[in-house]
């Protein structure tokens, strides 16, 4: 049986104009003349300004604190608060639940990083749960097709971010031009041709831009960041290696700081000293995904190939303590929900706790699948597998 809410869910307007935005406001500050729907956001906003600038975002995000747009505002939360809710006790204890539960919704989508079963069933429920019990006002429309009928979407559509027609806010435009709600002959051929030469544009585009695209096509990429997926690039030689990074007949390679890989770009610490382009996810030929740090880009006969300095993940009961122990204060079903968003995120394949291990290898760059945002946590890291899903605002 099909129901009205059978549709591609609109992450844009439903999350990044939606409770998200509505959070990062109570938990950063909110205007004097507007009041917050409740205190659970509540915190010192020193503390919290703080700990975001620890928070290390990969440069092709921008600057995000401004908010500036329905993009911004997804990736602020899902990063950088997310981030901040699973690592620091600034927030209260079902603060943090929600943003780390509500922040791993939206990062599944932008990164298509599974988890255990049902896991977005609960990360949906317990964002509920604690949002409904603390005000009913949290609970709009918006919030209530994401956190009551997305889990059901997702599993009838799959990743639906990559399928709203809302994502494409010029092309939802441009499709429904000139249509309105009495058109009742020719509706589908009016849209789906529309749709049709909207896709085929966008097809011959990406085509030209792969095969000696002109100069007037070369700007309008270069506007475009991230639109179309490019060849495989390399540059900034590397002198020479400091001894930890060194391997047996280097002299007869060529060695790079900087790797574009698609709309990816990674950044060495021997191109900059100060990157936030250096950590990202490879998917390994067991399917399991794993953290890396770039070190360079090594070229032999026209082969590239990737030397990494390997993370060495924490065990895995060890991992998100801070956010244990602050579940561990609660009870009832709060309690509950608390621990069953620790154990999703412990089996969430898209967030990861470790340390450099110092140990050196090649990764096949074909495994790259994604940048990673982190942040320091005592001795080990935090880190946020960031991108690798197409979805374009």
């Not at 994502?167 to 058109?183: D, H, N, P, R, V």
């Not at 740090?293 to 026209?302: E, Q, S, T």
């Not at 790259?368 to 946020?384: R, S």
Request: overall charge neutral.
């Amino acid at each position: 049986m099909i129901y009205p809410y059978h549709t591609p869910i609109d992450t844009l307007h439903n999350l990044g104009e939606g409770f998200f935005e509505t959070i990062s406001k109570e938990v950063t500050g909110i205007p004097s003349n507007t009041n917050p729907k409740s205190q659970l956001f509540n915190a010192n906003k020193n503390l919290i300004k703080n700990a975001l600038e620890r928070i290390i975002i990969p440069s092709v995000f921008g600057e995000l604190s401004a908010r500036r747009n329905g993009s911004d505002k997804i990736h602020y939360f899902r990063l950088l608060l997310g981030l901040l809710a699973i690592t620091t006790d600034f927030l209260s204890p079902k603060a943090r639940i929600v943003i780390a539960a509500s922040s791993t919704i939206a990062n599944g989508m932008y990164t298509e990083s599974q988890g255990l079963e049902l896991i977005l069933d609960q990360m949906c429920a317990a964002t509920r749960w604690f949002l409904s019990e603390t005000s009913p006002e949290y609970m709009t429309i918006k919030t209530h097709e994401v956190l009551c009928h997305l889990p059901e979407i997702t599993r009838l559509m799959g990743n639906t971010s990559c399928l709203s027609t809302f994502q494409f806010e010029s092309a939802y435009k441009f499709i429904l031009k000139g249509y309105t709600s009495s058109m009742t002959r020719g509706r589908l051929e009016h849209l789906g041709s529309k749709f049709i030469v909207h896709k085929e544009v966008r097809r011959e585009l990406a085509h030209r831009a792969l095969s000696e695209p002109s100069e007037p096509l070369r700007r309008f990429i270069s506007k475009c960041p991230g639109l179309f997926s490019t060849s495989i690039s390399w540059n900034n030689s590397i002198a020479k290696f400091d001894d930890a990074d060194k391997f047996p007949h280097e002299d007869l390679c060529r060695n790079y700081s900087s790797l574009s890989v698609g709309v990816l770009k990674l950044v060495s610490r021997y191109g900059n000293s100060s990157t936030k382009d250096d950590f990202f996810y490879a998917k390994m030929k067991d399917g399991v995904k794993r953290v890396y740090r770039f070190v360079a880009a090594v070229v032999l006969d026209g082969t590239v190939s990737v030397r990494v300095e390997k993370v060495k993940e924490v065990d895995i009961n060890s991992r998100f303590m801070s956010l244990e122990l602050c579940a561990r204060t609660l009870d009832g079903t709060d309690l509950y929900y608390g621990l069953e968003v620790v154990k999703h995120l412990r089996g969430y394949c898209g967030i990861a706790e470790g340390y450099l291990s110092g140990e050196r290898e090649f990764v096949d760059i074909d495994d790259i699948i994604g940048m990673a945002a982190y942040v320091p946590v005592e001795d080990n890291f935090i880190f946020l597998n960031a991108n690798g899903c197409p979805v374009h605002n």
